[in-house]
């Protein structure tokens, strides 16, 4: 959660330094205030970007809270609505039955499975593997 | 990563290059030519841009961290 709420610090101070991009060439005295003086090319270009840079740090900053906020509904730490399920955890849970049915059939395999490693291991480390080793005849 | 997140995100990389282009803006532009001084306004396009770019890189290598601390935890209990 740490991560989205530097997330949702970063976007409101670049919420922030939009609004003061727009207040700037009237706070530092280089564009008269009024409506009625003309604005410079630069104002104008100024105040234009510091628009557009608070427009998306106030989307980033919602969303960034709204992802806070659904992490709190997961983990239980806010009541919501409704179940959110964890984006990054990869696949969807795996129901009760549908895990049953994997477990029966990781152990069907591990039956099968376990004789044959049980041979081969017997047919590795056994007399006839030595006598073959010693030039004897193998068959 | 959810939807929200990815938005999130994307606007701090937005905000990134915004803050890079307000830097480089009065120079590629040719409102400030280089040996002349700045004059306030420049100065705080410039100071404005630098601060914006540097806490949106703060912002994104942190969530960048966490999240790459994240997988690693998780690759670690499989």
Redesign the interface.
Known sequence: M???F??????A??LV?GL??ML??VA???QAAGLDSDWSD?TIT?FV?GA??AV??L??LI??A??IR?EAVRRGLVAGTREVPD??AGAAPVEPAVRDVAASEDERVADLLTPLVRALAEDLNGPRNGAHQRGGEYR | ??G??K??????V??LL??M??VAAPFVVG?QPLDKPW???IR??VI?GA??AG??F???A??T???LR?LTRRGKER
Not at chain 2, 7 to 12: A, F, H, K, Q, Y
């Open positions: 740490i991560r989205r530097v997330g949702a610090v970063g976007a101070l670049g330094a003061w991009l700037a060439p530092l005295g280089t630069p100024e970007s557009v840079l998306v740090g989307i980033g969303a960034f709204l992802a659904d984006p990054e | 990563m959810s929200r997140t938005l999130g995100v994307t606007c701090l937005v905000l915004g803050g282009w307000l409102y004059s306030d306004a705080n396009d404005t601060t914006l806490i949106s703060v912002a994104l942190v969530y961290g966490d999240l994240e």
